[in-house]
């Protein structure tokens, strides 16, 4: 266990990247709300239609990184839990969707075509959309691959972070940060821990 921390440690100073813009606040209103992503399904979405009656989970993603699809040895990855967190929302009324903001790599693994693949391989059930130029990105202050930003009704920032504590072994989670904050939100109730530390391979922006 500790040669595995000890490795996560190393990928994530590996993958530290500048900071581009603050992060969104708690109570902030999503940004680009009405701006057209396309989807790998070709359809067009925007937060607001994507929104369901309690709210809208937004999760910065990619095809590659460890923290999202996992390594085979070290690491289990967080997109396995992806489509459980969709029957979640679901349930919940709440809207969800992945964001693709890797604009360095649109060439390449993080292509749109990569991604209509990667979408059918991991049989992902929720849309899954590009974000050109990492604008999306850029306006919430997203940094890695898993970011989570989830809005309420009204599309304000009720938590923002991680998934939950363990990205190497779904089972051995012991704090569900998304899920407690997915269903306190749902029930109208404050949400006790609305921002916890994202965790995973640095968006690849463009530089300017």
Not at 78 to 98: D, P, Q
Not at 142 to 167: C, K, Q
């Amino acid at each position: 266990m500790k040669s595995i921390l000890l490795s996560l440690v190393a990928m994530v100073a590996l993958a530290a990247s500048p900071v581009f813009g603050q992060e969104l606040a708690i109570g902030e209103k999503a940004p680009m709300s009405t701006s057209p992503l396309l989807g790998v399904d070709g359809t067009s979405h925007t937060l607001l239609n994507l929104k369901e009656a309690n709210g809208l989970l937004v999760i910065f993603s990619c095809n590659t990184c460890p923290f999202v699809v996992g390594n085979g040895t070290k690491t289990e990855g967080w997109e396995g839990r992806y489509n459980g967190l969709a029957e979640l929302a679901e349930s919940l009324k709440i809207g969800m969707v992945l964001v693709n903001s890797n604009e360095a790599k649109r060439e390449g693994d993080d292509s749109f075509t990569e991604m209509k693949n990667h979408a059918r391989d991991a049989e992902y059930a929720m849309p899954y959309v590009v974000d050109e130029g990492s604008k999306l990105a850029n306006a919430c202050g997203a940094r890695t691959t898993p970011h989570v930003y989830l809005f309420d009704s009204n599309l304000e920032l009720a938590y923002r972070g991680s998934i939950d504590d363990n990205v190497n072994r779904s089972e051995e989670v012991t704090e569900r940060y998304l899920e407690m904050a997915m269903t306190r939100m749902a029930e109208g109730k404050k949400i006790k821990t609305a921002t916890t530390k994202a965790v995973g391979c640095s968006i690849k922006r463009v530089a300017n």
